[in-house]
């Protein structure tokens, strides 16, 4: 459906819809917590489309009852989309009822719109629903009389809309603020992403795994217990050797006689 861009749905004709595997389904009932009416509220909200001719139903505004009776036509356009109507209030619910063999389709102001949001099964598993009936109707029960008035009805509902230039504006612009924040939110979540994926990449090595850095090692110069030991052990290796070595040389050391007698006689060598 293409009427957010200003094209108006036509509605296939009986003969084709008979013909087709399109459905009609229908619900008479209460809906005290106004589940199906908030729902096609926001569904009429979305299509540029006006109801003038609702605010003639007296009737159905002054009813306290919540009753109403609700007519899903599927593939009712011929771009394949849906169609519903719907009449509320006991008088109202009566006259549309007897009306489905008397030959005129119902002509009375009552709810309407194209089905772009919610489907069939939405509508019908509403919430807080105090169904009396609701039904698949044939197309061939009683010669389809019944499918036709309610696809008759349809059409009446159907021609009091009017398509609206100014709501249609006023769809185009929510619907580009709308846009405008969903790219806005979705900047902010990738800018997220980005910072924590920066963030986890800094804290990590390139293969993805936390970097650790090695323990120093330490100095073994001169600067631990045992290695002061081992010096000093070497220093005391030396002497000994040193020692050792002197007394097997044959270098003698003279006494102080001896060293006297070396003057009055020979040269000791």
Same mark, same amino acid.
């Given at each position: 459906?293409?009427?957010?861009?200003?094209?108006?749905?036509?509605?296939?004709?009986?003969?084709?819809?008979?013909?087709?595997?399109?459905?009609?389904?229908?619900?008479?009932?209460?809906?005290?917590?106004?589940?199906?009416?908030?729902?096609?509220?926001?569904?009429?909200?979305?299509?540029?489309?006006?109801?003038?001719?609702?605010?003639?139903?007296?009737e159905?505004?002054?009813?306290?009852?919540?009753?109403?009776?609700?007519?899903?036509?599927?593939?009712f356009?011929?771009?394949?989309?849906?169609?519903?109507?719907?009449?509320?209030?006991?008088?109202?619910?009566?006259?549309?009822?007897?009306?489905?063999?008397?030959?005129k389709?119902?002509?009375?102001?009552?709810?309407?719109?194209?089905?772009?949001?919610?489907?069939?099964?939405?509508?019908?598993?509403?919430?807080?629903?105090?169904m009396?009936?609701?039904?698949?109707?044939?197309?061939?029960?009683?010669?389809?009389?019944?499918?036709?008035?309610?696809?008759?009805?349809?059409?009446?509902?159907?021609?009091?809309?009017?398509?609206?230039?100014?709501?249609?504006?006023?769809?185009?612009k929510?619907?580009?603020?709308?846009?405008?924040?969903e790219?806005?939110?979705?900047?902010? +979540?990738?800018?997220? $992403?980005?910072?924590? *994926?920066?963030l986890?990449? &800094? %804290?990590?090595?390139? @293969?993805?795994?936390?970097? #650790?850095?090695e323990?120093?090692?330490?100095?073994?110069?001169?600067?631990?217990?045992?290695?002061?030991?081992?010096d000093?052990?070497?220093? +005391?290796?030396?002497? $000994?050797?040193?020692? *050792?070595?002197?007394?097997? &040389? %044959?270098?003698?050391? @003279?006494?102080?006689?001896? #060293?006297?007698?070396?003057?009055?006689?020979?040269?000791?060598?």
């Amino acid at each position: 459906m293409n009427l957010e861009r200003g094209v108006i749905p036509t509605p296939d004709d009986l003969k084709t819809l008979l013909a087709s595997d399109a459905e009609i389904y229908t619900f008479s009932g209460a809906d005290h917590q106004s589940e199906i009416r908030i729902k096609l509220d926001e569904e009429f909200e979305n299509t540029p489309l006006v109801n003038n001719r609702l605010v003639e139903d007296i009737e159905g505004e002054a009813d306290l009852t919540h009753r109403l009776t609700l007519v899903y036509i599927t593939d009712f356009f011929k771009d394949g989309s849906d169609f519903l109507y719907y009449v509320k209030g006991a008088a109202n619910m009566s006259k549309f009822l007897l009306g489905t063999f008397g030959g005129k389709p119902y002509d009375r102001p009552c709810f309407a719109s194209p089905m772009v949001v919610y489907d069939a099964d939405e509508i019908f598993t509403s919430m807080g629903l105090d169904m009396f009936a609701s039904d698949r109707v044939s197309k061939t029960d009683t010669k389809g009389i019944r499918w036709k008035y309610l696809y008759a009805s349809g059409i009446k509902a159907w021609e009091k809309l009017r398509f609206s230039e100014e709501k249609l504006e006023a769809i185009r612009k929510r619907n580009e603020e709308f846009d405008k924040e969903e790219a806005l939110r979705k900047r902010q +979540a990738e800018r997220e $992403l980005s910072d924590s *994926e920066t963030l986890f990449t &800094s %804290d990590t090595g390139d @293969d993805g795994e936390i970097a #650790a850095s090695e323990p120093e090692t330490p100095s073994t110069e001169g600067t631990t217990p045992g290695s002061n030991q081992d010096d000093q052990s070497d220093d +005391a290796g030396e002497d $000994l050797g040193e020692y *050792e070595r002197f007394e097997d &040389s %044959d270098v003698s050391m @003279d006494t102080p006689d001896e #060293a006297e007698g070396s003057e009055e006689g020979e040269i000791l060598l």
